[in-house]
């Protein structure tokens, strides 16, 4: 899986398995899917597909919100390959169709598995609970039909510990497909404190 990479910075590019949309445009609200209902992140109140967006001090890709096709991973045990190396936290950009607790695997070089907790809030006009960042609040709630004002949609930052010393070659998403993962970046510590800048784009991983 393509990814952007420095010593201390891995933007993972997930498009290559996303498998659901979980924002719309107003003018087309019934491609949304994010939930059983169908309801949908407003993508005019989301930043611009392909850009990159700093949060918590942590770069992403921001994926293709509002273009008709799929900008999220809705979780059910995918395999996110990652280039080997050793980090110390996983960021994610996700939400949760309710507040959910639940684990991922983390897959090292030399074979072992670490599960790690994931805990995320309800994306429904709920506050954070678990300690996570509020990445994004669209004010509007879209459904299939039409756009809901007043009904606000939360995007989160959360983090997920690596506390093996070893290289990190692969991460097992929750087979839980309230979980959505919009984005993912790997990060050692001292790129949180300053350290070396992200560089250009590479094959890591395919």
Do not use: K
């Given at each position: 899986?393509?990814?952007?990479?420095?010593?201390?910075?891995?933007i993972?590019?997930?498009?290559?398995?996303f498998?659901?949309?979980?924002?719309?445009?107003a003018?087309?609200t019934?491609?949304g899917?994010?939930?059983v209902?169908?309801?949908?992140?407003s993508?005019?109140?989301?930043?611009e597909?392909?850009?990159?967006?700093?949060?918590?001090?942590?770069?992403?890709l921001?994926?293709?919100?509002?273009t008709?096709?799929?900008?999220?991973?809705?979780?059910?045990?995918?395999?996110?390959?990652?280039?080997?190396?050793?980090?110390?936290?996983?960021?994610l950009l996700?939400?949760?169709?309710?507040?959910?607790?639940?684990?991922?695997?983390?897959h090292?070089?030399?074979?072992?598995?670490?599960f790690?907790a994931?805990?995320l809030?309800?994306?429904?006009?709920?506050?954070?609970?678990?300690?996570?960042s509020?990445?994004?609040?669209?004010p509007?709630?879209h459904?299939?039909?039409?756009?809901?004002?007043?009904?606000?949609?939360?995007?989160f930052?959360?983090?997920?510990?690596?506390?093996?010393?070893?290289?990190?070659?692969g991460?097992?998403?929750?087979?839980?497909?309230?979980?959505?993962?919009?984005?993912?970046?790997?990060?050692?510590?001292?790129?949180?404190?300053?350290?070396?800048?992200?560089?250009?784009?590479?094959?890591?991983?395919?």
């Amino acid at each position: 899986m393509p990814s952007t990479a420095s010593t201390t910075t891995r933007i993972l590019d997930l498009s290559a398995v996303f498998d659901n949309i979980g924002a719309s445009r107003a003018a087309a609200t019934s491609t949304g899917a994010f939930n059983v209902w169908r309801n949908s992140f407003s993508a005019e109140h989301l930043p611009e597909p392909g850009t990159t967006v700093t949060v918590d001090e942590v770069p992403f890709l921001v994926p293709p919100f509002g273009t008709g096709g799929p900008d999220n991973v809705r979780c059910a045990g995918q395999l996110l390959e990652v280039q080997p190396d050793r980090y110390d936290w996983l960021y994610l950009l996700a939400a949760a169709e309710r507040r959910v607790e639940d684990e991922v695997a983390l897959h090292f070089a030399d074979g072992t598995v670490d599960f790690e907790a994931l805990r995320l809030s309800d994306f429904w006009a709920a506050p954070a609970v678990f300690g996570e960042s509020e990445a994004f609040r669209t004010p509007a709630m879209h459904y299939p039909q039409h756009v809901q004002f007043g009904v606000p949609a939360g995007l989160f930052c959360q983090r997920v510990p690596v506390t093996r010393r070893a290289p990190l070659a692969g991460v097992r998403l929750p087979r839980n497909t309230a979980v959505h993962v919009f984005a993912a970046t790997l990060l050692r510590a001292a790129a949180a404190a300053g350290g070396p800048r992200t560089t250009d784009l590479t094959g890591a991983g395919r």
